[in-house]
C-alpha cells in the first residue's frame, strides 16, 4: 500500500514543470484579495497529486503565506469576528480530516469538482453587495470552512461570505481574512499532523514551491487596489468553475 506522500516522488516531473505556476497563480490572488489561494492551487494539483497528498502541501504553503501577508496587515484585524468563528472551524476541520481519511479518491475528486463548480458559479453571478448579517452566522461560516478546508483545502469561501456581510471597509476585510487564514490553516496542518498526513515528502515540495508563493504575494501586493475586489473575485469564479467541470469530469471517466 503506498503511504500519503511516497507519490510525490513518482509524481516529480508534474510537481517541477506544472507547480511552480500553479503555485504562483494562486499564490498572486492570495496577494491581491487575502484569500482564494486554494481555490486554484488545490484543483489543479489535484490532477498530478492524490487529495491526500496534495491537501498537506498546500497547507503548509497557505500557512506560511498567510504569515506573511498577515504581518503587514495586522493593524486592521477585527480580532472579535476572528474569535467568534475559530471554536466551530476548529470542529469542522476535525470533521473533514475525517472524511478525507476515508473518502475513495474517485469519490474525493468527484466532491471538490461539485463544490469547486457551485462555487465559481455563485462567484460570477453574485452582483450586489452582500447584506448586513448577525454574528450568529459565524456557526454555519465556520463550520463550513472548517470542514470545506480540511476535506479539499478550500475553506476560505464561507469565510469571505461572513466576513462580507460583517465588514463594510475593504482594508479590514482583507486584513481580518487574511488573519482568519492564518488561524484556519494553523488548526488544518495540527489535524493534518496527528493523522500522518503531513510526511518527509510534503516538506521537500513545500519547501521547492515555497519560493513561488513568495513570488505571487510579491505581485499580488503591488497590484491591489488596481483590480476591484468584486471584479477579483468574478474573474477567479470562473477559472474555479472552469476547474471544478473538469474535476467532476475527470472523476466520472
Known sequence: MMLPGSEL??????????????????????????????????????YFLSLKTALPICVL???????????????GV???????????????????ATLLLHLPRQAALAALGCF??????????????????????????????GAMGALFGVGGPPYAIYLTGRLRDPSRFRATMSAMVVASVGMRAAVFAVIGLIVRDTLIAFALLFP???????????????????RLLQLLGGLVALSGASLLYKALL
Open 116 to 145: 469547486a463548480l457551485t462555487y465559481g458559479i455563485y462567484s460570477l453571478w453574485r452582483g450586489a453587495a452582500v447584506a448586513h448579517i448577525g454574528s450568529w452566522w459565524s456557526l454555519p461560516a465556520g463550520f463550513v470552512g
Open 212 to 230: 513561488f508563493a513568495c513570488f505571487g504575494l510579491w505581485g499580488g501586493q503591488r497590484l491591489h487596489g488596481y483590480i476591484p475586489n468584486r
Open 78 to 96: 477585527e480580532k472579535r469576528e476572528i474569535l467568534l468563528l475559530v471554536p466551530f472551524s476548529l470542529i469542522g476541520a476535525v470533521t473533514g
Open 61 to 75: 504553503l497557505d500557512f506560511t503565506s498567510a504569515m506573511v501577508l498577515g504581518a503587514r496587515l495586522r493593524g
Open 9 to 46: 516522488l513518482a509524481a516529480h516531473p508534474a510537481i517541477v514543470f506544472a507547480g511552480p505556476a500553479i503555485i504562483f497563480a494562486g499564490y498572486l490572488i492570495f496577494g491581491i484579495s487575502g484569500f482564494g489561494a486554494s481555490l486554484i492551487t488545490v484543483p489543479v494539483l489535484s
